[in-house]
């Protein structure tokens, strides 16, 4: 069976100019740059079936935004191969760009001056869609997105969450097969990131739609993917199920005390791992078979007014698995 998208080997570098502060760095810029080579993607390979909606994840500079822009086919890799619906993206033939979509939640990429709806109409002339078919897209996005008061306003005068949902609209449109999405809920406020949740679950539901989705909000990822992607310095450190990864750092428990008076963190230090919230509220995290245990014993040792017990949320994991990368790449394990 073939893959929608396939990666083997793909690597994307960039030269980039360096330069020392002061004149004497200034002029010998001028003349003769320093180099440098920026590994933006480092030799990743990984294949997505037809349908499957992916949370593609990393810290800042970690490469995503890179791995998109080739596999849609913004940017020529520097090797390795890229294989999109059986096309090679950067040819960027009509029929790849036909069955694919990029909504960027940091680019505009309506037209300012206009209402979305003419955007919408001179994609419809694009994309070559059919009255019925542009008719039946139109009503599942209004429906669903509920945007048919605002696509009348030229874009310029719409608040962020009513432009992303007309990106929404211009991107999918055409109804692509394969649809990069990268951060489209940044800046977004927690309604807004619903709807689009949402949204996205739907229409991957409704069309089958393959779906890359970058986020740094951990939610997101959560609510809608079911296999994870983490990339960090250009290099995949992990590639499965979003369960599997959250069960194996499950292994402890978050426990929230909150006192009826102030209590110094160096009382507490001798329970559990502890972490300061303020005065009178601590986080503790502990292995989960202990975790009864230690809540008794701070319960009969402290006056309580509240506790909270939980799994280490997905953030917590993400960070720790962020912040142990960094400190294996520089070499402090
Ligand atoms: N055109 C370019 N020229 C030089 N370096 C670049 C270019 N584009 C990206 N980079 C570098 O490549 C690396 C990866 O960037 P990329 O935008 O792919 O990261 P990202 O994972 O999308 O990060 P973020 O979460 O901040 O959006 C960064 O170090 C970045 O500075
Ligand atoms: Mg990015």
Redesign the pocket.
Known sequence: MSYTVSVSHLQKH?T?NTKSPGLAASLKAIINPDKKI?K?VDDISFSLNQGELVGFI??????????LKCLSGLLYPSSGEVKVLGHTPFSREYQFLRQIGFVMGQKNQLWWDIPPQETFLLHKAIYEISDADYKKCLDFFFETLDISDVVSTPTKKLSLGQRMKCEFVAALLHSPKVIFL??PTIGLDVVATQKIRKFIKEYNQQFKSTIIL?S?NMADVEQLCQRLII?DN?QIYYDGALDNLAGQYRQTKQLKFTFDQAVKISDLKKYADVHKIDSYKYSFSLPKSQALQVAAKILSDFPVVDLNISDTPIEEIISQIYISNNDHRLGNK
């Open positions: 960039f980039v920026v933006a990393g810290p800042n500079g970690a490469g995503k935004t890179t791995t990268d951060e970058t740094h990339i250009g």
